[in-house]
């Protein structure tokens, strides 16, 4: 995997996988809740869809960052492996997909409100 792809290491292409797969099971949810409920879930826009997806690939990559073994003893210990993707940590990375969620969710709120009160 190296050869084809060198700037990751670990499980560090995973970061990508997960905003892909986050994104389209996002993407999903929210119209199959507009087109079968409908109300509430009919307003919802296209910076909430991103928002949302940021905020659940963010949480994947925090929850999927280290690497465990089990020893002899059934001890769960954590492994010094360095799971990268372009040369940023997949911790930074949670961090860096929550901000964005964080901007795409405000941006949706503003929206929100600016719509609402003119």
């Known amino acids: 995997m190296h050869l084809l792809f060198p700037l990751n290491k670990g499980k560090g292409i995973l970061v990508l996988l997960y905003l892909i797969v986050s ?23 296209t ?26 003893d059934g001890n769960k210990k954590k492994m010094d492996t360095i799971n990268s993707f372009i040369f940023i940590k997949m911790k930074t990375w949670a961090v860096i997909y929550f901000c964005l969620a964080l901007i795409f969710s405000g941006n949706a709120w503003f929206h929100y409100f600016s719509k609402s009160t003119f």
């Open 23 to 45: 994104s389209l099971v996002t993407a999903e949810l929210v119209g199959v809740l507009d087109r079968n409920v409908g109300g509430i879930f009919a307003s919802i826009d």
């Open 47 to 72: 910076y909430t869809t991103i928002g949302i997806s940021f905020l659940f690939a963010s949480a994947w990559t925090h929850l999927t960052k280290d690497d465990y073994h089990k020893d002899r």
